[in-house]
C-alpha cells in the first residue's frame, strides 16, 4: 500500500482527465487544476468532505457537464457528451414506479443513442445484470414492493446491462442502513471484478473507500483539487486486516486535517 502526491495521467488509460476546472457563471471556481485517470478494470474512490466539488467532478468526467477548462478522453478519444459504454448510478436509485424489475433494468438500452442490439441479446444483458446483483426470482416486483437496498440493487443491474467499461457512482450507497450499505460494498467489488468494468466511486466515508477501492483519491480545498493519493494492495475481503486500514485511515485523517488547515484560494 503506498501514498503520495496526484500525478500527471498516464496515457491508455479508460478515463484520462487534465487540467480540468469548473465554474458556475458569476461563480467562484468549483474545482481548478485535476488531472485524473482510472485504468481498466480499477475500482477508483473518489473521497472528500462535502463541497469540495467531486459529485461535480464526477458530472464533468462523466460528459453530464462542459468543464471550464480542461479537457476528458474517454477510451482514447475526446469526451463531450455521456457515453453509451459508461453507466451511472446515483443516491436515488431513481426507478419507474409503473414498471417491474426487468422493464427497470433494461430501461435505457433502446434509446437513440445507445447501441442497436437484437432482442434476445437484450433479454440475455437484463437476465444476467439481475442474476449478478443477486435479485433473480423478483423479476416481476414493482418498486413499491422493493426495500431500499433491492431499489439500489435494481439500479446497480440498469447500469450494468449496458456492459459499461466505466461505471459512475455517486455516493449510491449512502442513504442505506449501515448492514444494507456493507453489503453493497461487497457486491460492487464483486459484480465489477466479474463484469470487468472499471468504477469511479465519489464518498465522503472514508471507511467505504477503503472496503472497496484499489486506489483512493482525496479532494480537498475551495476550489476542489486533489492533494493525495494512495495506492491498495490489500487482498480482498479487507476486513480482517484491520492493521492495515487502521494505518491507512490514520494517514487519510492527516491528509484531511492538513488541506482543511489551508486558507481557501481567494
Request: neutral net charge; contains cysteine.
Amino acid at each position: 500500500m503506498a501514498g503520495g502526491a496526484a500525478g500527471v495521467a498516464p496515457q491508455g488509460w479508460a478515463l484520462d482527465a487534465r487540467g480540468l476546472a469548473f465554474a458556475y457563471p458569476g461563480a467562484a471556481p468549483t474545482f481548478s487544476d485535476i488531472t485524473l485517470a482510472v485504468r481498466p478494470r480499477e475500482i477508483v474512490a473518489l473521497l472528500g468532505g462535502s463541497g469540495c466539488g467531486k459529485s461535480t467532478l464526477l458530472r464533468v468526467l462523466a460528459g453530464l457537464q462542459a468543464p471550464s477548462a480542461g479537457d476528458v478522453r474517454f477510451l482514447g478519444a475526446p469526451l463531450t457528451e455521456p457515453s453509451p459504454r459508461s453507466a451511472l448510478v446515483f443516491q436515488q436509485a431513481s426507478l419507474l414506479p409503473w414498471l417491474n424489475v426487468t422493464a427497470n433494468v433494461g430501461f435505457g438500452l433502446d434509446f437513440a443513442r445507445q447501441p442497436k442490439i437484437a432482442r434476445d441479446t437484450h433479454a440475455r444483458r437484463v437476465r444476467d445484470a439481475i442474476a449478478a446483483v443477486g435479485l433473480a426470482g423478483s423479476e416481476k416486483r414493482y418498486p413499491a414492493a422493493l426495500s431500499g437496498g433491492m431499489a439500489q440493487r435494481v439500479a446497480l443491474a440498469r447500469a450494468l446491462a449496458r456492459e459499461p467499461e466505466l461505471l459512475f457512482a455517486d455516493e449510491p450507497f449512502s442513504a442505506l442502513d449501515a448492514i444494507t450499505r456493507a453489503e453493497m460494498q461487497t457486491l460492487l467489488v464483486d459484480v465489477v471484478h466479474r463484469w470487468h468494468s472499471a468504477v469511479l466511486l465519489v464518498t465522503h466515508d472514508i471507511d467505504e473507500a477503503m472496503l472497496v477501492a484499489d486506489r483512493i483519491v482525496l479532494m480537498g480545498g475551495r476550489p476542489g483539487r486533489i492533494v493525495r493519493e494512495w495506492t491498495l494492495d490489500l487482498p480482498q475481503p479487507r476486513l480482517a486486516d484491520t492493521a492495515a486500514l487502521g494505518a491507512l485511515r490514520l494517514d487519510i485523517l492527516a491528509a484531511l486535517h492538513d488541506q482543511r488547515a489551508i486558507p481557501s484560494s481567494s
